[in-house]
């Protein structure tokens, strides 16, 4: 992005491709919390394209296309994150009405708002502040209250979507935010697993033995190249 110029999504999302396999997918106005996260799954993220008014440069109560690029797509760039967010998406699928209610929270005080600690100090990762000025420096002082992240007690917390957050959650580190919700992903009750398969771009229900053989296959190839690349590195 430069002063005279907004890229176009789809030069965007070409790149994101290229980097962490996520697509971008333009649309009007906001989505149901289940259809969102659905896309999370499949590796598509939802992106507005309207810009917020030159009168409020500081906050938008409304994602924009200011949000999604500096907040979303660098965090998506980073494959590591990007997994994080598609680790949601694959979870929501075939959730519960209750079930999706959590994870979207999770989701906003996470990608979105989430705080995290770094050699000891507090950092901000979620997209909301990466992309809002105002709120950035709001979140790192001392009006907002601050609490540990528990994605059983935070999927809980009701929370605004038109004013600065007055409370944020903070993680350790960003690895102890994705193994908390990997554990509350686990307890999500559910007939069928699912995974994503990056060669046709689909996602998988894991609920034939014929299935999770191949699956076993695929692992054990994964494990034989990481055991190659570890004994050539030693």
């Excluded at 649309?27 to 009168?55: E, K, M, P």
């Excluded at 059983?152 to 908390?180: C, H, L, M, W």
């Excluded at 509350?184 to 689909?202: G, H, M, W």
């Amino acid at each position: 992005m430069r002063e005279d110029n907004i890229p176009q999504l789809e030069d965007i999302s070409q790149y994101l491709q290229k980097v962490s396999g996520f697509r971008l997918r333009p649309v009007a106005g906001l989505l149901s919390s289940r259809d969102f996260l659905a896309g999370l799954a499949f590796r598509v993220f939802h992106s507005t394209q309207y810009i917020r008014h030159s009168t409020r440069p500081l906050y938008t109560p409304e994602p924009d296309v200011c949000h999604e690029l500096i907040g979303h797509v660098a965090l998506l760039a980073d494959p590591t994150f990007a997994q994080f967010s598609q680790q949601i998406g694959l979870a929501s699928l075939g959730a519960s009405d209750e079930w999706i209610l959590k994870l979207a929270t999770c989701y906003w005080f996470t990608v979105e708002f989430g705080l995290c600690k770094q050699d000891g100090e507090l950092k901000a990762y979620g997209a909301g502040l990466l992309s809002s000025f105002g709120e950035l420096e709001y979140c790192l002082s001392d009006k907002p209250e601050v609490r540990e992240f528990e994605p059983d007690i935070t999927g809980v917390q009701e929370y605004p979507i038109t004013e600065y957050q007055p409370i944020y959650y903070v993680a350790n580190s960003f690895d102890e935010a994705k193994r908390k919700m990997q554990d509350l992903c686990e307890k999500i009750d559910r007939p069928f697993a699912v995974r994503y398969n990056p060669y046709t771009q689909s996602v998988e229900v894991m609920d034939t033995k014929e299935k999770v053989i191949n699956l076993t296959s695929d692992v054990q190839g994964e494990i034989s190249i990481l055991r190659e690349a570890f004994n050539r590195l030693v």
